[in-house]
């Protein structure tokens, strides 16, 4: 559908790089070929992100040519979706602690200055459930991913709505991309952390390279 109001300025900026700047097939070095904007709406604003992008140019490598895309760019937002995670998670904890309508959370994210339509609040709680109910669905699909990686490199990012105290955990691979596991947690102990990952490593076939905490409120 054509966008029918004028996309909003950002009122912020940042340039993300890769952490992961060796390939994680053949371990050489991946180039920064090209660079991808994307703006995502938050509870703090539009922010621009400039996306620094690398691919590996060994040809004989299984991820020759594929694009390795910044880590931290799952911690703002899920893949081709405008709206940031913070803003689905608030969404979330109003809908479901708050006991909120459809209207009612419109009209609250409109007082707080985020331009969105009550059919955007009301496809961003399906978001929400998927999240929630996504892990393990597709067991097979996940494994013959990861298979064929060899390898996982693992973000976890957290993000905690302005009500109530629960964090909206998401665990995503970072070199296919995939959300792996999606949980509400009352604390963020190590112990309740660890619980998650063992979740995710106990399921999956694949050979887990590195774990990056990456937490967002």
Not at 159 to 167: K, L, S, T, Y
């Amino acid at each position: 559908m054509a966008r029918k109001s004028l996309k909003p300025e950002a009122t912020s900026f940042e340039v993300l790089d890769c952490v992961q700047k060796k390939c994680p097939s053949c371990g050489q070095a991946m180039w920064n070929e090209y660079n991808n904007p994307r703006h995502i709406r938050t509870l703090n604003g539009v922010v621009e992100l400039q996306l620094k992008i690398r691919r590996c140019r060994n040809k004989s490598c299984l991820r020759y040519k594929k694009a390795y895309r910044p880590e931290k760019e799952g911690s703002f937002a899920l893949p081709q979706n405008e709206f940031g995670l913070d803003v689905i998670a608030y969404i979330g904890a109003l809908r479901y602690q708050e006991h909120r309508s459809v209207p009612e959370i419109h009209t609250h994210l409109e007082l707080k200055g985020i331009c969105i339509s009550q059919r955007t609040v009301t496809h961003l709680i399906d978001r929400y459930d998927e999240l929630l109910s996504l892990w393990l669905k597709d067991h097979k699909r996940l494994k013959a991913i990861f298979k064929k990686q060899g390898r996982v490199i693992l973000a976890i990012d957290g993000m905690q709505p302005e009500i109530g105290h629960e964090v909206l955990w998401v665990i995503r691979d970072c070199i296919s991309g995939e959300i792996l596991l999606a949980k509400t947690l009352l604390s963020s102990r190590n112990e309740d952390l660890v619980a998650l990952l063992l979740e995710v490593t106990n399921t999956q076939g694949g050979r887990i390279m590195s774990i990056r905490l990456l937490y967002s409120q």
